[in-house]
């Protein structure tokens, strides 16, 4: 799963042992070469199915990390796309790889940086469309509410938050069984060691997303991505959430 270019186990035992701002400052140079970077297949269908609600003004990248979002807002915002989170190690991986200049080519959307917790947008009314990917596991569920209550802020009326969700894995599957024992193993060091490190993988259920989003102000749809084909009861294995903030004369 890592290349040799990734990082060493010391290095991200040290990651996982600080704060979860600290722990991406420090995987930030390396990151692109982790499977935590959203792959390019899931970036792909997103921005498949979300480019025909668009054309889209500015665009939100929420946890943009290296800029996996902002590469897809780039292709379908005409006017701003930025990307926002908490660590700035993660931001300049990302302004080096993606600023116009720095070898992104000098078209497109005027790209902007924002350091800024998640559950704390420094914005209003901003944009059109927001998207997030790879980065749910790091909120806890209490936090939810929050989080979507200020992506809903940051939209203008009539704006999209769109994000890709993964089916739940079966029983039989091995990765529910490592999941299972990653969020277990989480938890535990997350009791003993301080500061803590929020990292879950089971904790992002669509019908409690749903019901969150609801109650923030979102009307949900949800687009099957079938690219990656569907599960033996006919669900599809992603999704993509599109939650719509209602425009004002529906307010
Ligand atoms: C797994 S990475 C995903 C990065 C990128 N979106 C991608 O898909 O490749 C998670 C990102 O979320 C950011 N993050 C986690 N909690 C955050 C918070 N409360 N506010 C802002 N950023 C946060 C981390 O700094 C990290 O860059």
Redesign the pocket.
Known sequence: MFTSQGPSLRELAVQALSS??HG?DLLAPK?DHTP???PERILDACAEALRPLGPFTAGL?????????VQVLRTMCREHVTG????AG?LAEARAALTPGAGAGGTGPVVDWVR????ALPFTEGFDVAV????FG??LPAERPGLFGQVHRALRPGGLFAFPIGAPQPLTSPWYWAMLGFDGAMRARNLLWRPRF?MYYRTFALAGVRADLERAGFTVRLRPLEEFGRRDDGSPHWRLVVARKPAAHEA
């Open positions: 979860t701002e991406y990151f935590f970077r959203t990248d929420v946890c943009c990390g290296t800029g996996a979002g926002v989170d908490f660590s993660m800024a917790d998640a559950r997030s990917f790879g980065a790091h909120f929020v």
